[in-house]
C-alpha cells in the first residue's frame, strides 16, 4: 500500500470547522426548544420525544464541534507530484484519490467568510469527471497551488 501524502492542511482548519459546526448546531437546538414547547406547553407531543432530541442535542454539542474537527484535520493530508495530485481524507472510512495532471481541467480557490475570517481557502480541482477539493489552506499556500497545479497541468497537455 502507498504512503500517506506529507502534507497537511492548517491547523487554523479546526477553529474553522469548529466555528461552522457551533453555527449548524443552531437547527438542532431550536427543534430540541421547538419540541420542549409542543410538550410541555402545548402538550402535543409525548414527553419521550423532547427528552430523546434533547440527548441527541447533548450528544452533537460535544461530538460536532469538539471531537469530530481534530479527528478530521488528523486524516487530512495532500501531496501534489509532477504528473498526479494525491489525496488523502475521512474518518472512520480513509479515502486516498489520485488525481492525474493529464485530467486536470482547471484549478480554483474559494473562500466562504469562515475560513476568511481565519485566513484560509479551499482550492477546488476539477476533472471532467468529478470536482476534488483540498480544504482549508492557508491563503498563500493555496494561491501558489493553484498556480503550479495550472502549471503542471497545462505541461501534461502539451507533452501529449
Known amino acids: 500500500m502507498r504512503q500517506p501524502?506529507?502534507?497537511?492542511?492548517?491547523?487554523?482548519?479546526?477553529?474553522?470547522?469548529?466555528?461552522?459546526?457551533?453555527?449548524?448546531?443552531l437547527i438542532p437546538v431550536a427543534?430540541?426548544?421547538?419540541?420542549?414547547?409542543?410538550?410541555?406547553?402545548?402538550?402535543?407531543?409525548?414527553?419521550?420525544?423532547w427528552i430523546l432530541l434533547l440527548a441527541l442535542t447533548i450528544i452533537d454539542l460535544v461530538v460536532s464541534p469538539f471531537i469530530l474537527p481534530k479527528l478530521r484535520w488528523r486524516r487530512w493530508r495532500?501531496?501534489?507530484?509532477?504528473?498526479?495530485?494525491?489525496?488523502?481524507?475521512?474518518?472512520?472510512?480513509?479515502?486516498?484519490?489520485?488525481?492525474?495532471?493529464?485530467?486536470?481541467?482547471?484549478?480554483?480557490?474559494?473562500q466562504g467568510p469562515i475560513?476568511?475570517?481565519?485566513k484560509l481557502a479551499t482550492?477546488?480541482?476539477?476533472?471532467?469527471?468529478?470536482?476534488?477539493?483540498?480544504?482549508?489552506l492557508t491563503e498563500q499556500e493555496a494561491s501558489n497551488m493553484r498556480d503550479l497545479i495550472s502549471e503542471l497541468a497545462r505541461v501534461e497537455q502539451e507533452d501529449v
Do not use: C
Request: glycine share 2%.
Open 5 to 25: 501524502p506529507k502534507q497537511r492542511i492548517a491547523e487554523d482548519a479546526i477553529k474553522a470547522w469548529r466555528l461552522s459546526a457551533l453555527l449548524y448546531l
Open 78 to 110: 495532500y501531496e501534489v507530484l509532477d504528473d498526479e495530485i494525491y489525496i488523502q481524507h475521512g474518518i472512520l472510512i480513509v479515502t486516498q484519490t489520485l488525481i492525474p495532471m493529464i485530467r486536470v481541467q482547471h484549478v480554483d480557490t474559494k
Open 31 to 49: 427543534l430540541t426548544i421547538g419540541a420542549f414547547i409542543l410538550t410541555y406547553v402545548i402538550e402535543f407531543l409525548p414527553p419521550w420525544v
Open 123 to 136: 482550492l477546488t480541482i476539477s476533472t471532467a469527471a468529478t470536482i476534488h477539493e483540498i480544504p482549508a
Open 115 to 118: 475560513l476568511a475570517n481565519y
